[in-house]
Structures are given as structure tokens and as C-alpha cells.
């Protein structure tokens, strides 16, 4: 059974730093490609970022882009994504999956976490 469970979450003020931890098991993780995605209240979910099985491709969405960084430890099987300058926009619920197809579009991933929330206050 796969079982995809994120932690990390919390509250913190604009500007600060979280760092989010995803781990999967069920599966073999070395061979998936990850990634974050998050939702806002009254939102659709959008992705975040990816990274590829071998942790050598990344990809970031433009809103993001210079504050996260993701990464992996495939000898863990647990995604990070380390978040900087955080905006109150940023608040959401994270989730973490995983696909065996490149992209961040949701339907390439076959396993999803329950997620984690996030909340940056002003």
C-alpha cells in the first residue's frame, strides 16, 4: 500500500522560512518524479515545483521562483521543499506527489498526501 505523508507545516511571519518534508513508501521512490502542489482557500490547486527521480531537473512556478528550492534523498524516500521570503499569499495547503511522468500538471501524478498547511501572516 502507498502511503505519500507531508510534515512541516506551520505559521510563520512574512519573511520567514519553512521547510516542508514529504516521505513515501509503498513504492519505489527512486524511480518517481515528485512534486509539490498547494491550495488556497476558495482556489484551485496549482503546482508549485517538480523534480525529477534522479533529482537532476527541477522545475519551479514563476511564483515561487528564487524563494523555494525543492530536493530529494532517494536513500530516505522523502521530498523537500524549502521555502524563504514567505508571503501571505504563499498561505495554502501543501500537498506532495508522486508520477512517473515529467510536468507538473496534476494528472501526471498517480499519488497524493494528505497534506500539510501553511499560513504566513502579515
Known amino acids: 500500500q502507498v502511503q505519500v505523508v507531508e510534515s512541516g507545516g506551520g505559521s510563520v511571519q512574512a519573511g520567514g522560512s519553512l521547510r516542508l518534508s514529504c516521505t513515501a513508501s509503498?513504492?519505489?521512490?527512486?524511480?518517481?518524479?515528485m512534486g509539490w502542489f498547494r491550495q488556497a482557500p476558495g482556489k484551485e490547486r496549482e503546482g508549485v515545483s517538480c523534480i525529477s527521480w534522479s533529482g537532476g531537473s527541477t522545475y519551479y512556478a514563476d511564483s515561487v521562483k528564487g524563494r523555494f528550492t525543492i530536493s530529494r534523498d532517494n536513500a530516505k524516500n522523502t521530498l523537500y521543499l524549502q521555502m524563504n521570503s514567505l508571503k501571505p499569499e504563499d498561505t495554502a495547503m501543501y500537498y506532495c506527489?508522486?508520477?512517473?511522468?515529467?510536468?507538473?500538471?496534476?494528472?501526471?501524478?498517480?499519488?497524493w498526501g494528505q497534506g500539510t498547511q501553511v499560513t504566513v501572516s502579515s
Open positions: 506527489a508522486a508520477g512517473t511522468t515529467w510536468g507538473l500538471a496534476e494528472y501526471k501524478y498517480n499519488y
Open positions: 509503498g513504492l519505489t521512490f527512486d524511480v518517481y518524479n
